[in-house]
């Protein structure tokens, strides 16, 4: 693999790139090991104690200096090395999906029954950066390179939006760049987009009876729920068909023979236009009131996740791909792709990805179809993003085969793929500090004159419960 | 039969019975024919021309004055006899029921498949009322009784509320009684009373927009009145359990690959009482609201009909009620019992009705589950109105089974029942005036201060085609 | 109060009636306070351990022979006095409502919110048969009286039905009589019955899949659940107007961006007649069905509730009547007169309904709209039950204006009428075992040949967390 | 524009393709006034009696050999001119759309309120097919070509699927190639499909019941629809983005007083891939029986639309596209102008769409969301098609907008550049033979061994009233 490493890094120009291959490599069984103790304790956001606290020691011990519990969050943490300009901040997640247990085998079968797992690979995520930033500084600190390299640690991105939370406490205003990236199934480099998304519960209030007795007397809030959802499944059909809207009730009543007082919705809202998202919004709030109207129920919205689209920043996206095409891939060993095979047999369909030996880098837009807070933090700082293959060519995030790919050995490939293809990233922006001034032009180019916006108010405090209800 | 009626009648106190009831027995073959006539060719409300025009032919040619047109409606009429006070009225419906087409035998066979048919009797209805009506005159003129008798020939009562428009025009401020009837499954008096009901179409207007092509672009009519129907579902187990709420979709899109720009429910709700339907109505018109907000679409209502629940009346019940046992009731023929016995096999469950031989009279209250414009006339007038025995005891009216007994001398022998019943009745009335005066108090004791609402404004023009739609 | 009832007693023939009532007030302070003892701490169906406790030690220091843990249920239990026949059965439930926890005050005001009360007022329930079962047995002790009573603590009559597993254990096979009496806002003795009722939790299992990147391949368990609920709404205009059917959704998924993969619907039906209610099932399953088959989902039914309706004794309700009568009602202090109108005005409708001084004794049979588990033992043994008035007048249970009354001296003076009304109807019983021989004849006229039905199977074990679900 | 066009011509290899130009401009005149006089008076699909027989009696006089009424459809027609092979095809259609009535004036404003227009512009269509078949004819006749050209009017496209009987009929056994075009708001050539459809009517049947008294008794037909629709709403959330399910109600009941006995849903379902269609089509139909089941009522499904995709052909599109080229597109005058931007504001949003001057030809796939029976003809032929600017840049087909521009000289200009199109590759196929080889094995290419499925029965009869209902 190295060899083709060599041959791949002909056609690039990274100064030094031996050099922080080797510092990767030095490092790498140390935060591999740091993210198989996440995975074996899987904890949901904002309630990432242990694994923000193994990240944070792993940093301070290598050098960096630590804050804890910055933007009013306990578990988000910035840890900085350097000073001066220019910026770069890497970004850590470490919080893991509710349901979706899972040991390291290549058949569904949970670690602890209905227990929390890292189905998004965020393990891999937070440990992968953290790497990276450790061989970052160790070439800037041998090199003497100028400027400031930051690893920030981002609770909750599942829903709770720490990065936001972030935003709002300054963090992000003196940061020059962001370099993120994202386990997946391949390793790639590109311009896609990830989808706005907006959500929040809606709570229905209405007045209890004997459900026998004096049903009439009632007024029932799940009726309220139930006529907003069933508008909201008539709404289907007349909006753009990449919207995306899902729900689930999180409250339907607390004894059937009691006309239910209370009723919740737990409803997210998906659009690659944040924009048209937010008519769309609009409309969903009328089946909302509607369901309200007809019930003779009170209505209340408690704002949820509020998450942007991706804004891709062109330069920057250059930089990466030079980065991953150097970086390069891996192959697997006899057992992983036995391990690979196996779980491929669990997909429902054929998949046709590449394989982890390959990088693939190109300039295609489209939009994934999740959803990041990382999206946010690409509408105020120049951003950009790739994904590494930790997942089997097949495998979809959260579900149970990506949290089993996120305990083993092919994980720990992928996420060294992604702390090789960060590091070289950012020692070419120090050694070329004019990259990040083109890449600030790209980043005011896609804005358009647009700014951030959300609905997550600035001094707002995170609801820090959101992913046990 | 008539044996049984006088030893019955030594409990009244009816002067000259026996001559009402001769007079009664020697027009009864001519409306007998009416009847039939009437039932051969069954027209929808408001477009019963032939059979009002055979109705006015006949009390014309008996010595009555007529009057057609009344009210603004082509086939109300007026039919006097007499002058001064009193003034009693009885009522003659001729109107019959969309797709309740049927022949005179005991198996469901349409005359004509999807036309007509006279499933609620009133093919009867008239006629009885009319020969009681040439009876009564009859009697007035050989004894020179003070006074005069009326029939009012009211179109549409299944829907059209041709009555409601009468006493608009004033037709009914110098009536002193009204005596009604309805054909049923018994002969039976009581103080019942009738559900009040309100209805009207709900339209929707929303955006057309090619299906397929950009269902995005469109706002389904159809989806509102969908949202709507759902909600009122909903509402159901929450009002009174005796309340009704049906409805069809009188247009749901005119293609499937154009998004509906109109959509339009005909909806009924009804209770015993008009207050509490009120409140109910108010729920339901939420409930079409809330389906424009979610579909944002734009709603309409057009109101239709609007009944009163039956304000009894004590003082004519006794009335009504002597005169029912003095008129008595009927037996079968051997073909009719046949008929009769055939007829209840179609029957889903047994019937525990009383027979055509024997007369219910009592002061039970309670509530029928149809509903009537003649309830508006008892808000206004003093109106007693009682069943007899056209049906085979079990049958319910609107069915095809109703519309066959229509047809037969079973009917024939029933709507006898009514004439002898009206004219024993009336001519009591005419008698002794003074139970009109009581029957005034038992009037004003009912109403305890109320007086008639209703939703179909005076001067407002009746939907003469609402029965075709 | 008393005079009252002297004059009332003249047409009774109750022996010793005066000593009766005195062990009675001997003991009312002491139970007055074991039940605002409950009432402070209200323990969910199951999970009544403090309060059968409580009851237990009360019954045993006065006497009785108390087996804790019968029938598999930790909180059922028996307590005994006297030996063989007759053996006479006095019924305690002790069971709180979850979410109606309530102060003793005139408005909404929760002791702890979210928390239980005892909404329903079985805080007196069992109370008030515990201090009747105490009187009856000192009477017994006193004359020497032959025969058993016995008190059987019922745990989780709000659904969990600890009755029906009582009778499987065969703890009713020797009874003879059941004296049983339910809190109200009326002292009233009838023939009235309750509602039959069955229930259970309907299982929808779907595929997951993320919901926004792939919900083309999940299938929904909640969209499973949603069509059966609309399904369920229409069906409510084509059921018998009686009938209940009331659910609450107990999951709805787990997370809004994920397919959901299971929900459940706890729901429950009744109708005065069980095999009408066996009818209206059978379609509610249909509509389950239909939910899983249009959803593509597994559907899993587990049986909850299944109560018998209240099959009435002639004989004894004669016996509980008269004695009734004898034990009178109450009057209000002015203070419990301040609080009761205070109440009243929280009710959305004028009540009319007798007061508390009143009693009513008489024939009626009609249904009451609730049900309970006291129907299944009414059809393995002769059973009769009355309501004494615990609740100010007009206000239902299953509110948070009955769970107020029960912690009041109202809710006391009830329980009182209750006691001494069970008191002296068993020792009646005793005094005249003829009357029990009558009871069983009556009790077998009513059966008219059937025998006691229940879908829950003989040796099963109690869902013992049903009311936490 | 004919000097642009010259210049264009240049990179084509078009023989002779003045003179087949000359040959449509001398007939335009004279097929523009056939296409008002069909637009004037717009005939529903089956029922465009006028509209084929003056198409036919053009072609006739025009030296054709009319054959009329085949395929069991009064009509269609094929008209016949040279014979031998080369075989070669023009469609024509001329149905109009329901309800889309609509002078030719940039304002909504019908020329009959509730009556057909020519909102898909097929007055064109059959008209500009028309005068291509004569120019083809003159310049086969001109130069002594060997081969057939025909011209087949195919009626009722807009849901009729009259092409499918034509291709059951063998009318198209011995044809080796079929040119077609469409209406649109550019000049496109390109390998784009159309949407594989499949619809039909799903009538529920239940009994009927006096919806006040007898509800109970009754099982609604029009809760069998309502439960199946409800279901399908839930259903679009878990199908492929690009699906497309719509569908109306064409009957919702009789009466509101009557339990519907009869509903009756028409329902479209649509997907670029027939195979995934039919998966989606199970679905559906599962819906359907969800309704059935959990009402009670029967479900009888009669089969509708079912057009295939549209397969491309690529070597005919190349040919196509060298015409198109030739053909050039057209300048506005100042009115047309005005009358296109005024119409222009009408639209929503604002159309980046290309102007009518300027032709489009690319190798671009994708797929239109409509559907058509030219697709079933792909599939047995080699065939392909185009659009030419019949309607102002942004206006979709099945507007009034559509329709408005169909009776325009835009239209009229639009199916000039398709007559020019379509005259210009058929003669060229006639020069090239080896043109149609290429095509065969084009064709053959693309279906990959499958073969065409439909599930239109031969044999089978039309439903000629489809439109009306």
Known sequence: MRTVLFLLGLCGALPAADSVLSRVDAHAANFGEVSRRIWESPELGFHETASSALLQGELRSDGFTVEAGVAGMPTAFTASYGSGKPVIVLMGEFDALPGLSQK???VQSPAK???????????????????AAVAIKEEMAARGLKGTIRYYGTPAEEGGGGKIYMIHAGLFRDVDAVLAWHPGDANEVSLHSMLANNGGRFRFYG??????????????????AMIMLNAVEFLREHVPQETRIHYIITNGGSAPNVVPAFAEVNLIARHPDAQVLAGIWNRIMKCAQAGALASETRLEFVQGTNYSNVLPNDELAEVLGRAMRKAGGYQYTAAERQFAE????????????????????????????????????????????FTAATFVPGVAPHTWQAAACAGTTIGRKGMEVAARTLALAAVELYDNPAELVAAKAAFQKRLAGRHWQTNIAPGS????????K
């Not at 007045?207 to 309220?224: C, K, M, N, V």
């Not at 179809?369 to 120049?382: E, F, I, N, Q, R």
């Not at 405090?461 to 046990?468: E, S, T």
Request: with cysteine; net charge negative; proline share 9%.
């Open 113 to 131: 029954a209905g227990a929390p797992g890292h189905g998004c690979g965020h393990n891999l995520l937070g440990s992968a950066s953290a790497l």
């Open 461 to 468: 405090k995170p609801d820090f419960d959101y992913a046990l």
């Open 104 to 106: 390291d085998e290549p």
């Open 207 to 224: 007045i209890a009876s004997h459900a026998a007795a004096a049903p009439e007397r009632g007024r029932s809030a799940l009726d309220g």
């Open 342 to 385: 196996s779980l491929q047999k669990t997909l429902g369909a054929p998949a046709h990805r590449p394989g982890p030996d390959s990088v693939h880098v190109d300039k295609s837009e489209g939009s994934g179809m999740a959803s990041t807070d990382a999206g946010d933090v690409s509408w105020v700082v120049p951003t950009a993003q």
